[in-house]
């Protein structure tokens, strides 16, 4: 959060790495059943654990085991707007609080999500933002990551990951 406020979005190679890093640590909280409820810029930290590269970090579990039907948790900018309707926290709200974050690394803004558009309404994305070299594959990775549909979405943390790789090859 402090790196985004000073210096602004990250560079291609840094997006690729820390968006693999946080979805590969999403991936690992599915496989265990638990959903965090509060992923955004704050709760990420970077670091170097050996001399080769820094990588991301999510910390900030203190959500973690709250009841799964307390909505009104975690911070609201990066809470999926359309939780209420499936009437609890699920692994699908974790993905798109992942995206606004990843989204904001890349542009330096969240999307401005309107809960009240049209349900066929396309997520508002900031594409001309994106780098030109990878803009339509980033495009179409925030399109299908920020659906109102949470069933329209990546199934899982690892098929968004294996998607946010592929938007960089």
Known sequence: QRYLAHEGTVSLDFASRYGEDLL????????????????????LGVGA??????????????????????LQIGTSAYRDPWLRQRGAWDPAADRWGAAV??????????P?????????????????????????RLAA???RALQ????LRFPS?????HAWIACFE
């Open 24 to 43: 590969s640590a999403l991936e690992e909280l599915e496989e265990r059943q638990i959903v965090h409820r509060d992923i955004k810029p704050a709760n």
């Open 157 to 161: 943390a690892k098929a968004m990951r």
């Open 49 to 70: 654990t050996t001399k080769s590269a820094n990588h991301l970090t999510l910390f900030d579990f203190s959500l973690a085991y709250a009841p799964r039907t307390e």
């Open 112 to 136: 401005a999500i309107d809960p009240s558009a049209a349900p066929d309404a396309p997520p508002p994305i900031a594409a001309e933002r994106f780098d030109p070299s990878v803009r339509d």
């Open 141 to 143: 990775f925030f399109e």
């Open 148 to 151: 109102r549909d949470a069933e």
């Open 101 to 110: 974050t990843l989204h904001e690394m890349l542009t330096g803004a969240r």
